[in-house]
């Protein structure tokens, strides 16, 4: 069995337990929504969240790309503190079909291009709520996008796919990582003393207190953040989605979008 060229290694495993989720499901769902998660994807290092045995087993993280990788995968040399990694860019249907092939469930994309490795074109915050109040994330969310809009910035939203919201904007490509990540943490604090009994900037849990963190330190060279459209490691098989900002009030939770109900608000054809 083939799939874009790329032949489906055990088709019938099953990925996701809880839902009968196999391989062959999750490859085919990731070459149905290509069209919409490639131009995320598009010349950036990735890390992979790769579940060879399923989500029930444990998974790893993958930088590096294989020695046994085909040459369709493109890849981008990075230089690290110790030296350089060989890391994957995923820019094209078949690369991403043979990538979910390896059991890759979850896509983590750098916030810079592979021309300009160390110039970040997106800032994204991350919130993570301390208790399981979806509702409260949501009212956190509407205030970041309006203090953000104070400071000329236009930004969009998106479930994680597990419990949190990401909302990010883009930016020029001018300004090294280093440059710009005092002006983030600045603008995460400035929050927080703005409305200190619903966001924190505290990277111990234990410390949070019940309130929405601000994890804005994903805005440095080398960290990623999921990728749009990408599936998590979750029961339900949950999917990180892009939302307008009308659709926020309705999401009733983070992994509300999943592969039982994304093709019925895509449409695909």
């Known amino acids: 069995m083939k799939i874009q060229g790329v032949p489906i290694t055990h088709p019938d495993k099953i990925l996701f337990p809880e839902i009968g989720l196999s ?4 490859v085919n769902y990731y070459k149905r929504v290509a069209k919409y998660m490639i131009p995320y994807l598009k010349n950036r290092p990735l890390t992979l969240h790769r579940f060879p045995d399923g989500v029930n087993k444990q998974g790893f993280y993958q930088k590096n790309a294989a020695d046994y990788f085909p040459d369709f995968i493109k890849t981008v040399q990075i230089k690290t503190e110790e030296g350089e990694n060989t890391q994957i860019v995923c820019n094209n249907k078949k690369s991403l079909v043979y990538l979910a092939n390896q059991g890759t469930i979850g896509f983590h994309i750098w916030l810079s ?7 970040p074109d997106k800032v ?9 109040s979806f ?3 949501k009212e956190g969310v509407k205030i970041i996008k309006a203090f953000m809009a104070k400071q000329g910035k236009e930004c969009n939203v998106m ?7 990401h909302i990010w904007y883009r930016i020029r490509r001018t300004t090294t990582f280093e440059d ?14 703005l409305h200190p009994e619903i966001f924190t900037t505290a990277i111990r849990k234990n410390k949070r207190n019940g309130k929405i963190f601000i994890d804005y330190l994903r805005n440095f060279y080398a960290q990623t953040s999921v990728c749009p459209y990408s599936l998590r490691p979750t029961k339900n098989a949950g ?13 009733p939770a983070s992994d509300h979008f999943n592969v039982k109900n994304i093709d019925k608000r895509l449409k695909f054809k």
């Open 239 to 251: 999917i990180a989605m892009p939302l307008s900002w009308s659709e926020l009030d309705d999401i």
């Open 23 to 26: 391989k062959i499901e999750m």
């Open 113 to 119: 291009r592979t021309d300009k490795l160390r110039k």
């Open 135 to 137: 509702k409260k994330l």
């Open 159 to 165: 479930t994680s796919g597990k419990k949190g919201i």
């Open 124 to 132: 994204v915050f991350d919130l993570d709520p301390s208790k399981d």
């Open 180 to 193: 710009l990540r005092p002006k983030i943490k600045q603008y995460a604090e400035e929050l927080e003393k």
